[in-house]
């Protein structure tokens, strides 16, 4: 599985967002190669990291880069489902983070491992909010990376399930494109949804109009990616 610019993003806006709190448990949904949980480590050193990949390529590879890591005895591997996952486990989590399929009915690859990864079919929305829901602690922080066109659609999933967006980041390329990414932030609480909390919105892009990445690109991966250093 291919790690891409807007992943690489999500992980640093994540970072930036959950620096100044304590976290001690953090759990990453679909971990694929392990990126999220490895830029969490790195900005968490006492955190607990669980990583859960059903795809069993992918968990292999993730297992192995989390083992060449400075961070390895942080970083705990699970490769089954998050449903499985969420029926066998007692902790809850501080954070939990996901970059989860999205495609819904998109025309899907031969490889079945990649279909596994990007195609919602695989684990629909609406199962992974509830699990996400059980292993959340009060108080805590869920972090999504969706399509511009579904971040409507998660948003309503989370409300239906206790969970109030309280920031929201749209993603574009260029200032002439069209966002492309919504990153989500949302709290677990118990504020009635009647009176819902008022979300902070705003954009991110990630190249300049000369094609280079912008200071507000490079603020957040500086630590990340190494020609930014």
């Known amino acids: 599985m291919k790690v891409c610019?807007?992943?690489?993003?999500?992980?640093?806006?994540?970072v930036q967002s959950e620096k100044d709190r304590t976290v001690e448990n953090i759990l990453d949904i679909g971990t694929g190669t392990g990126?999220?949980?490895?830029m969490m480590a790195q900005s968490n050193p006492t955190a607990n990291i669980t990583a859960v990949e059903i795809e069993s390529l992918a968990a292999q590879e993730a297992q192995r880069n989390f083992e060449i890591s400075p961070w390895k005895?942080?970083?705990?591997?699970?490769?089954?489902?998050?449903?499985?996952?969420?029926?066998?486990?007692?902790?809850v989590f501080d954070t939990i983070i996901t970059n989860p399929p999205f495609y819904e009915d998109d025309l899907k690859s031969p490889d079945q491992n990649k279909n596994k990864a990007a195609h919602s079919t695989?684990?629909?929305?609406?199962i992974l909010i509830e699990n996400v829901n059980n292993l959340l602690a009060e108080e805590g922080h869920f972090y999504v990376?969706?399509?511009t066109l579904r971040a409507y659609t998660m948003q309503k999933l989370c409300e239906k399930n206790g969970l109030q967006l309280i920031e929201e980041v749209l993603v574009q390329n260029t200032n002439k494109n069209l966002p492309?990414?919504?990153?989500?932030?949302?709290?677990?609480?118990n504020i009635n949804s009647s009176s819902p909390l008022?979300?902070?919105?705003?954009k991110i892009t990630i190249k300049d109009t000369d094609n280079n990445y912008t200071e507000s690109f490079q603020e957040l991966l500086?630590?990340?990616?190494?020609?930014?250093?």
């Not at 990126?35 to 490895?38: A, E, K, P």
């Not at 695989?122 to 609406?126: I, R, Y």
């Not at 492309?180 to 609480?189: E, G, L, N, W, Y």
Request: aromatic share 10%; glycine share 4%.
């Open 145 to 147: 990376l969706t399509p």
């Open 73 to 91: 005895l942080q970083l705990k591997m699970v490769p089954i489902s998050i449903q499985q996952f969420s029926t066998d486990s007692n902790e």
């Open 122 to 126: 695989e684990l629909p929305w609406a």
């Open 5 to 14: 610019t807007d992943a690489c993003l999500f992980g640093g806006w994540v």
């Open 198 to 202: 008022i979300a902070k919105r705003s």
């Open 35 to 38: 990126l999220l949980s490895l």
């Open 222 to 229: 500086r630590e990340y990616y190494l020609h930014l250093i």
């Open 180 to 189: 492309i990414r919504a990153m989500q932030k949302f709290i677990k609480t």
